[in-house]
């Protein structure tokens, strides 16, 4: 027959299975709507507007730090040149730490169908 402090660590292990559970629903349908909106293209395209910028057509994400997204464009301007590099599907792992600081640290990224240009200009 069970102990009384069994049956009380078996109510807290599900409890906090179903807090995990929930959590990451939220954290799907939160950042999943979250990516398919404006929202958050706006927020990255206003950090450097005149340097950097990207678009999408949809993405998702099944767990923090990995995102996969659907006919990308990241376009930018340096003193010289233009360029613009157009992907059909990217797929990759973020650093959440570096996000924090403003910086992009990406691994196991996966690219198919690249289409990179760049203008020069010259004085």
């Known amino acids: 027959m069970p102990t009384q402090n ?14 995990v559970v929930l959590l990451e629903l ?7 709507i979250l990516l398919n909106t404006t929202f958050v293209q706006k927020q990255i395209n206003t ?14 994400t099944p767990y923090p730090s990995r995102i996969y997204i659907k006919k990308l ?3 930018g301007k340096l003193r010289s040149k233009e ?4 992907m059909n599907s990217v797929s990759a792992s973020l650093s959440l730490l570096s996000l924090l ?12 169908d690249i289409s990179y240009t760049c203008l020069l200009y010259t004085s």
């Open 73 to 75: 464009t990241a376009k």
């Open 47 to 60: 950090m450097e507007p005149e340097k950097f910028q990207l678009q999408w057509e949809s993405a998702w």
């Open 101 to 112: 600081e403003h910086k992009v640290k990406m691994c196991n990224v996966e690219m198919s």
């Open 83 to 86: 360029w613009q590099v157009d």
């Open 6 to 19: 069994s049956s009380k660590s078996k109510q807290w292990f599900k409890r906090i299975i179903i807090t």
């Open 26 to 32: 939220a954290y799907l349908v939160v950042f999943n």
